[in-house]
């Protein structure tokens, strides 16, 4: 699933790509999820210059010059194409032509990727925006296992599983840890792992790929890497099979 790296290098590309371009059509191939009727979508944004792409959290999102967002949550599989003229994509969900024939469409075989028209605020700051204060509050009232803690949307916006394994490393903080029971000084280390570790991403991912707006560049990652068995400091490279893989080393220290 693209993280907040992947999304914010997608929204700067998106929107350098698209920025001021009309809607002429929008059409919806399926969307079980979106919240609003097929007809309602159209009425809304045809018409629309689209004034800015953005990443808020775990979603893309596209506002329009009368103040409306449409908002697209890729999920697990979910990837965005560019088009001239006709969409020649399979498992299209939704798509947009604008005036000048230039085309975005959604895609994703599992059929699961999520539209919404203007989505609710959220009250969870954005990963690369949360503070020390703030950190420190959510973790002291959970006994929840720390990744479990970065991975919760309504907690902390942006971090997915390759990313906090990775922060966690940064920040030598066991994955298993019991969140409450992390001391002050490494929620300050951790606070800073979130922060230069998902800005590193964003600079590697520019690097590979300049101009991506879709799928996952994972190859410089130093830990959640199928491909390494050691840690940068030559620790072995552990995996816990769950119903998402942990990667950790034991350099990590665990708190109880």
Do not use: C
């Amino acid at each position: 699933m693209p993280e907040l790296p992947d999304l914010q290098v997608f929204a700067r590309n998106l929107d350098k790509m698209l920025a001021d371009k009309t809607v002429q059509t929008i059409t919806v191939h399926k969307a079980p999820k979106l919240n609003v009727t097929h007809r309602e979508l159209n009425d809304t944004l045809n018409g629309q210059k689209l004034n800015k792409v953005y990443r808020d959290g775990k979603e893309l999102y596209f506002k329009f010059s009368k103040g409306d967002v449409l908002a697209l949550h890729l999920m697990l599989h979910g990837k965005l194409f560019l088009f001239k003229g006709k969409n020649e994509q399979k498992y299209s969900l939704i798509e947009i032509v604008f005036t000048d024939d230039t085309g975005l469409v959604l895609t994703d075989f599992q059929g699961i990727a999520n539209p919404t028209l203007n989505p609710a605020d959220k009250d969870a700051p954005d990963a690369d925006k949360a503070n020390l204060t703030y950190l420190k509050a959510k973790l002291g009232k959970t006994k929840t296992n720390v990744k479990t803690v970065l991975l919760g949307q309504k907690i902390i916006r942006g971090i997915g599983n390759a990313y906090a394994d990775e922060i966690l490393w940064d920040a030598r903080i066991s994955p298993f840890s019991a969140a409450n029971k992390i001391p002050d000084d490494k929620v300050a280390a951790l606070l800073k792992s979130i922060h230069s570790v998902l800005k590193n991403a964003e600079e590697q991912i520019i690097k590979s790929n300049p101009d991506i707006i879709a799928g996952e560049i994972r190859d410089f990652m130093l830990i959640h890497n199928a491909k390494k068995k050691q840690s940068p400091t030559g620790k072995e490279i552990l995996i816990k099979e769950a119903t998402r893989k942990t990667y950790y080393t034991e350099e990590q220290e665990l708190y109880t």
